[in-house]
């Protein structure tokens, strides 16, 4: 009897009929038809993909929005955006000289390739696939079709996206329309699309009357306009610098114009004409409603955008974006009202050569939250100041870095007491022309090699002074060796912790302790903050939401606040700033009319002025300095208002009293926390110890660092309340501390240069790196 043959499956597989090993192998007939069927599915999904696509049209790409920003009560502060510097030009408006820059730079096959580049196509998806960075390496087609049509993530569908529409671009348009769309759809930078905007931003001409080298220079921009463009970004990128981007610039469009030279583009004629001279672009200029001080906090709230979310400069530019920043209109006004009214009452150009390129900066903050409230960064755009003078580096802070090494050896202790801290009651030696010495007891050497002194601004003799006292009278020579003493990447941590950003330090020298580091008004303002708030720290932020289409977009919540430093230290140190303001250099601020505590700072040569202070609701942070504006060198202000130097505790304390007055009133006067006494009394503190080491000798100590003596003390000032009243904690002690003829205050004196030293201290280092935004540059 036989058995009916099975129902023909549409797959014979596993093969019907065979057995063994012969029933798993595919015939022939299998592999081939699953073979035409997957080719056949891909050419269809190509060719779906294909047609499902779009050319990009270049006029829609020139559609762009406002950006509007919004006061921290939710007011309009301004709208500005890009819709006015952006005109599409057709390609005979557009030079030679200026196609065939992008064609030798960026894409010399451009005439020849298919729109495609397979091999920097396969780079990037390998490179994706591994998480990595994409590569660059695109075509002019595929970058124009990324400039209009494309989001700028960086995935996979978008990269498959781009290479369908790139193809299709390059067979449905011809190369000069292409070439066409990529240059007037291109970001040059400062808020111009395409190259008719470019060329009215950076020269004030048309595109079509731009010369070959002013076309290199353009060219040059689109690797990247932040660290291309001459007049610096400095405030996007610290490494952006004017010096460094003039430079960049000047490279990299003598050498564009090298390749056109190569590719037979320009003749040798046009070439030696064109690298005789670089053609430097015209600077920035303020657009519509970018007056006063509404452009440096625009400035500020932008940089804190791009730096908290994936949205780059060119998409941020196109707009359609609402910030709400932390600015409060009412304080920000009053700020700048503080130095329009100090500046007018003592600087007077007209009068006085000396009081030229006076430049202020300041910015304050609220303890315990971070919010920056008011900024004042200049004179305004209008008036061609582009440098935000509250977000920049380069500006030294003098004595007002003082109160960190004072709260690193009360939390760590000297290399004599750790781990046991230091009481603001020890005594240093506060005389002038100071040996320093290192914590093994040797001298510290200057380059030269030879023996490092340190100067106080005067030569009164103090003999032996407590910190407080020191503090008081800004005196240096206290803070130098106690910053050896401590160690100096202890100083250097708890300012980290308090807020500074690690980039702004100078090196680790014995000068280090009284200032040689250059932290922006905005950075100090918040440092200082922490001292307010008994050692919490929270980084400074300008923006609390953006929206985009309605949409609240992520990374703008308030910043997280930590313990930077502990409470009885921080308590300390606002103990000691208050006897600053109530009997040393900063009494002018005695003014204000409440509890507050601050620290004034002069640095060498009186090249710049600061004063830092702060009440439980407000701190603020102003600085005075001269900058030649050619090189943005500092100057000195010596002569400058008509004096002979100007102190922290003069013009820059005036500034700060008068804006405290009015943002601080109609508020309570809550004071500060009470300050428990804290670490180790030392007489004496910073002399070297006798050993027998034949390097160090008591007579040499004797004659470098002289203990209290009847002789002593018959020429040393005599001993002012602050010194001598039983430690009041919590309230500072009276008296008037100046003891005969002080000179209200020595700030600076930073010379001569000793050797880098690196002294690490004892105890557990720390610094949490609470940078964040601001360099100079933050926000």
Known sequence: MSTAPGKKRLIDYPRAGRYGWRRWVPSWKLVSGLFIGFVGSLVALVGVSYAMVSIPNENDAAKSQNNVYYWADGSQMVATGTGVNRQNVSIDQIPDAMQWAVISAENKSFYQDSGVDPQGLLRAVVNMARGGQTQGGSTITQQYVKNTYLSQQQTLTRKFKEMFISIKVGTKLDKKQILQGYLNTSYFGRGAYGIQAAAQTYYGKNAVDLTPSECSVLAALLKGPTYFDPEGNADLDPSATQAANTKRSQDRSRWILEQMHNDHHLSDAEYQKAISKYPMPDGRKATRGMTGQISYLVDTAKKYVLAHSDITEAQFDQGGYAIKTTFQKDKVNELAAAVKKVQKERIDPKKRDLDKYVQFGAASVQPKDGAIVALYGGDGYENGHFTNNADTSGVPVGSTWKPFVLAAAMQYGTYKTAPEGLSPLSKYNG???????????????????????????????WGYITLRKAMEQSVNTPFVQLGMDVGLTHVRDVAQASGILKDSFS???PSFSIGTSTPSAIRMADAYATFAASGEHTDPYSVTSVKKDGQDLPGFTKPKITSAIPADVANNVTNVLQNVIQNGTGQNAKALGRTAAGKTGTTDSNKSAWFVGYTQQLTTSVAMFRENPKDHQLL???????VASIHGGDIPTSVWTEYMKAALKNTNDSGFPTATEIGKVQDEAGAPTPTPTPSITPSQTASNSPSPSPSTSSTSPSPSASDTCQWSWGNPCNGNGNGGNGTGGTDGGITPTPTVTDTTGNGNTRGNGNGGLFAGQNG
Do not use: C, I, P, W
């Open 431 to 461: 005389n002038d022309h100071l040996k320093v010495l290192n914590q093994d007891g040797s001298t510290v050497l200057a380059k030269d090699n030879s023996v490092f002194y340190q100067r106080n601004e005067s030569d009164y003799k």
């Open 507 to 509: 090196t680790l020298n």
């Open 636 to 642: 000195s202000m010596n002569g400058t208002a008509g």
